[in-house]
């Protein structure tokens, strides 16, 4: 009964209602539309924000605490790809190019579930390490890398072209929009330290509930267009956008708890390990991997994983935390 009730409050949360509001005006054929800088606007400022109170955590706790559990959670994002990859291209038959796609992107992990689960802490009174952004901003790009590396050499795309592909790809991955956000505002948030986030902390704290609730409502629209898609993608990878989470978050939770975090920390370990990139790794992937499929690694992460996570997932995966350090 308890995740039951964990369940229930999560589906009342404002991130939760406002995805659902965004849904529901997609399938009512609503006139509701973000224009596109409204849209990169939000993506910034939730990036931004995140890292650089990220970074001001990083600076309170000291490098001593963060190196260790962040290290283990940059492993875990470029291992993800290796065991995804064959359960998509053998289990799942899918090409080589399109597993590799995939499996980059359930490696890479969304900013946006995190927040939602930090936020699902706190409401229930959850503790958890403040730092806890920085597995963020380490996890999304080995994944990208891992998952563009078994692509090339599945496909046998040796030669220049695939190198400046490859090239590209790294770029990207390590340089792209949100990744140099979020990792930039963690550096300057870890120079500038307490003093520093009281200058801003009217801009980065007070508002940001509020842009988050908007940025989920266009998520639910951009998940809502979607959802015919899922016709296509097939009962494999519906299943794949579920179980797999499912059993990468209770990965993270584990190694979250060999490397001494709290529980709560564990909890978010979890949550982006079962993550799926829908911002970094889709841009990196049609750049090197242009031969890839959009529909199955898109719908996969947004349609199905991406929903399941904010609604279902982030409770269950502090229940396996529960009972893993009961």
């Known amino acids: 009964m308890e995740i039951l009730d964990a369940i229930r409050a999560n589906l009342l949360s404002p991130a939760v209602l406002f995805f659902a509001l965004?849904?529901?005006?997609?399938?009512?054929?609503?006139?509701?539309?973000?224009?596109?800088?409204?849209?990169?606007?939000?993506t910034i400022y939730l990036?931004?924000?995140?890292?650089?109170?990220?970074?001001?955590?990083?600076?309170?706790?000291?490098l001593a605490k963060v190196w260790l559990p962040a290290?283990?959670?940059?492993?875990?994002?470029?291992?993800?790809?290796?065991?995804?990859?064959?359960?998509?291209?053998?289990?799942?038959?899918?090409?080589?190019?399109?597993s590799a796609?995939?499996?980059?992107?359930?490696?890479?992990?969304?900013?946006?579930?995190?927040?939602?689960?930090?936020?699902?802490?706190?409401?229930?009174?959850?503790?958890?390490?403040?730092?806890?952004?920085?597995f963020l901003a380490v996890m999304e790009s080995p994944a990208i890398l891992v998952g563009v590396l078994l692509g090339k050499l599945a496909t046998k795309t040796a030669g220049e072209g695939s190198g400046v592909s490859l090239k590209k790809a790294m770029h990207e991955a390590l340089f792209g929009r949100s990744i140099f956000l979020l990792v930039g505002a963690l550096v300057v948030g870890a120079l500038c330290g307490k003093p520093g986030m009281?200058?801003?902390?009217?801009?980065?704290?007070?508002?940001f509930q509020g842009v988050l609730a908007l940025f989920l409502l266009e998520m639910g629209m951009v998940a809502g267009r979607r959802l015919e898609d899922l016709k296509k993608v097939?009962?494999?990878?519906?299943?794949?956008?579920?179980?797999?989470?499912?059993?990468?978050g209770a990965l993270g939770v584990y190694l979250g708890k060999l490397v001494g975090l709290e529980l709560g920390g564990a909890t978010l370990l979890g949550v982006l390990s079962a993550s799926a990139s829908y911002i970094a790794a889709p841009v990196a992937i049609r750049i090197?991997?242009?031969?890839?499929?959009?529909?199955?690694?898109?719908?996969?992460?947004?349609?199905?994983?991406?929903?399941?996570?904010?609604?279902?997932?982030i409770p269950i995966y502090l229940e396996i935390a529960r009972q893993l350090y009961s």
């Open 47 to 62: 990036l931004v924000a995140i890292g650089f109170k990220g970074g001001v955590a990083i600076a309170e706790a000291g």
């Open 288 to 313: 090197s991997l242009p031969e890839a499929n959009p529909t199955l690694y898109l719908t996969s992460s947004l349609a199905i994983t991406f929903p399941f996570n904010i609604t279902l997932g």
């Open 198 to 207: 009281e200058k801003v902390e009217a801009f980065f704290v007070t508002p």
């Open 101 to 134: 796609a995939i499996s980059a992107h359930y490696g890479s992990v969304s900013a946006v579930t995190f927040i939602a689960a930090t936020n699902y802490l706190k409401a229930v009174n959850q503790p958890y390490e403040d730092y806890a952004t920085a």
């Open 22 to 42: 965004g849904l529901i005006a997609t399938l009512m054929k609503s006139d509701l539309k973000f224009p596109e800088p409204l849209y990169v606007t939000l």
């Open 71 to 98: 290290l283990a959670a940059l492993a875990l994002g470029a291992l993800i790809p290796l065991w995804t990859y064959p359960l998509l291209r053998f289990g799942g038959k899918f090409s080589a190019v399109d």
């Open 234 to 248: 097939g009962l494999f990878l519906l299943g794949f956008g579920v179980l797999v989470p499912l059993v990468n």
